[in-house]
């Protein structure tokens, strides 16, 4: 079995990370960048104002990410209230460094069809380590990210303080504010056409359309993702299938809520034996990461006769689990090849923005340490 490169880890969450920022910038002697989307999530600042409230003279520098969905998108509609958020963001960073990033998250193909592109131009934001250099710490805060945009962006990060940082690697932190109750009330619309792979995450699946080894498939189940699920199984093509579910959760009966809503496509059409089922907790990406690492490399262990194994990770549910996700496929680039099959929506639909601001005092915060300090030999 391979070396887990996050076992052990550093998971701060809830009431701790308070202490934790005020704790870790003191003395106010780092430099700060701090990462964010702009957009109309009641918790876009969530993080940002813990940070601040806690450590208010820290020296830092925002980069705030504005994507473009383009005009006929139905997130559009929400302008005001990304507006809103945004106007918060200057007040927050009054005294701060502010610093926009656009990027697009399509391009128009030929007759007018739409390419996304929103994963690789947030890797491009990162291109050169003199960009970081001077920082001794990283924050990228993904409660207002898409999927497609963080994984890439973070991917980008780690490679490149990975290759460039050496014995001297910044302290590089993922958060997110969780409330589970405001994502159920932020509802998908649509599915994009054309499915694919991340960028900086394709574990060569991608260029091989005529596969020789067999591809294991773990889907992170999440409510309302019949769909996806569908679509992204017709696109892989797997030969075996782990589906994963969340347990521990804060709704102890949700594993068995989602078996409920799958069961005819899983068991019935898709013939997955129930000893394929796996869980992982639902509040730890590193748990989550631990898991999925050891259960990939021991198909590719069994199946090293037939030259191993390519993985497929396809995540349907909350931001946390997503990050045991992208680590697992991180930690295994170059030993074994694992793909992010990404489905992603084409925009979404709000219930009731009073109601979210009001449910925001029960979100959740969770700070993810992934290099520097703790990992130091020393």
């Known amino acids: 079995m391979m070396k887990l490169r996050w076992d052990p880890s550093m998971l701060i969450q809830g009431q701790h990370t308070s202490d934790f920022w005020k704790n870790h910038f003191t003395p106010s002697d780092k430099k700060v960048l701090f990462i964010l989307g702009k957009g109309f999530d009641v918790r876009m600042n969530t993080s940002l104002k813990n940070l601040l409230e806690n450590s208010p003279s820290v020296d830092l520098t925002c980069w705030m990410i504005d994507f473009d969905e383009g005009p006929d998108s139905s997130s559009s509609k929400y302008k005001k209230h990304v507006d809103e958020n945004y106007k918060e963001l200057k007040t927050l960073l009054s005294s701060k460094t502010l610093i926009e990033k656009k990027i697009a998250l399509w391009s128009l193909k030929k007759r007018g069809k739409r390419q996304r592109i929103g994963d690789r131009q947030a890797a491009g934001l990162l291109s050169d380590f003199s960009q970081i250099a001077n920082f001794t710490d990283i924050i990228v805060d993904i409660s207002s990210l898409p999927r497609g945009v963080y994984f890439s962006l973070v991917g980008k990060f780690l490679s490149f303080i990975d290759r460039y940082a050496e014995d001297n690697a910044p302290n590089f932190f993922i958060t997110v504010s969780e409330n589970a109750e405001i994502d159920i009330r932020i509802k998908e619309k649509g599915i994009d056409e054309d499915i694919g792979y991340l960028y900086g995450f394709g574990g060569g699946m991608e260029l091989a359309s005529d596969r020789e080894e067999p591809v294991v498939w773990c889907p992170i189940l999440g409510e309302d993702k019949l769909e996806h699920l569908e679509k992204a199984h017709v696109q892989i093509r797997p030969h075996e299938i782990c589906p994963v579910l969340p347990f521990p959760s804060k709704d102890p009966r949700r594993s068995d809520q989602l078996i409920q809503t799958y ?23 590193f748990e989550a990461y631990i898991r999925l690492t050891k259960a990939i490399c021991n198909y590719h262990n069994s199946l090293e006769i037939l030259g191993g194994c390519k ?16 680590l697992c496929a991180y930690d295994l680039l170059g030993k074994v090849g694992v793909g992010v099959l990404n489905v992603d929506s084409q925009g979404y639909e709000i219930d009731d923005y009073e109601e979210m601001k009001k449910l925001m005092e029960r979100s959740e915060l969770f700070v993810i340490w992934l290099t520097g300090e703790p990992y130091t030999e020393n």
């Open 311 to 326: 993985a497929v990770i396809s995540t349907f549910s909350s931001k946390l689990l997503s990050i045991g996700t992208l």
């Open 263 to 285: 069961y005819q496509l899983l068991f019935e059409r898709l013939n997955i034996e129930p000893q394929n089922l796996m869980y992982v907790p639902e509040r730890n990406p």
